[in-house]
């Protein structure tokens, strides 16, 4: 009689396990599924959190080296590229270098396409440290922004 007991109270453990488990995700797909009427996910789905999250502004994407070491009395050219967004306007560029370089391209120049490269050139005339600096100016939906941008020159 005791085994009959056990066995079956081992039975009814294993019923009630199964079906509060089956209750368990049945409550998390409700949550996931509800409220969407004949769409199919609610509002806890991921799939719909991700049209929650505020969107993020595009930004000019620039990339220029951070380092670059150069040989004294050398002309180097160094690329800017760049991507800009349709909502940027009217970008211009500004190049300053620290006293022991000479600029040979311009120090001001525009960018007037949405994706491109420009070259920046310059002669290290001492052995040292120095700094390039690139300030980019632009209008994004009409209101003005600023980029900056440095690269450090080593010269030897």
Same mark, same amino acid.
Not at 58 to 66: K, Q, T, V, Y
């Given at each position: 009689m005791k085994s009959d007991t056990s066995t079956f109270l081992s039975i009814v453990r294993k019923v009630l396990v199964t079906f509060s488990i089956m209750f368990a995700g049945s409550t998390t797909a409700c949550e996931l599924h509800a409220g969407m009427n004949e769409m199919g996910f609610g509002f806890q789905h991921p799939l719909m959190q991700q049209h929650l999250m505020p969107q993020r502004d595009?930004? =000019?994407? /620039? %990339? =220029?080296? %951070?380092k670059r070491e150069v040989n004294k009395n050398e002309e180097v050219a160094v690329p800017l590229r760049y991507v800009?967004? &349709?909502n940027y306007e009217k970008i211009s560029v500004e190049v300053t270098t620290s006293s022991g370089l000479i600029l040979v391209s311009d120090d001001q120049f525009r960018i007037n396409k949405a994706?491109? #490269?420009?070259? =920046? &050139?310059?002669?290290? /005339?001492? &052995?040292g440290e120095y700094e390039m600096l690139l300030e980019i100016y632009a209008l994004k939906n009409n209101i003005p922004v600023t980029y900056t %941008? #440095?690269? #450090?020159?080593?010269? &030897?």
């Open positions: 595009a930004m =000019i994407d /620039l %990339r =220029i080296d %951070r800009v967004p &349709s994706m491109g #490269k420009h070259n =920046i &050139s310059f002669v290290a /005339l001492e &052995s %941008r #440095k690269m #450090k020159v080593v010269v &030897s």
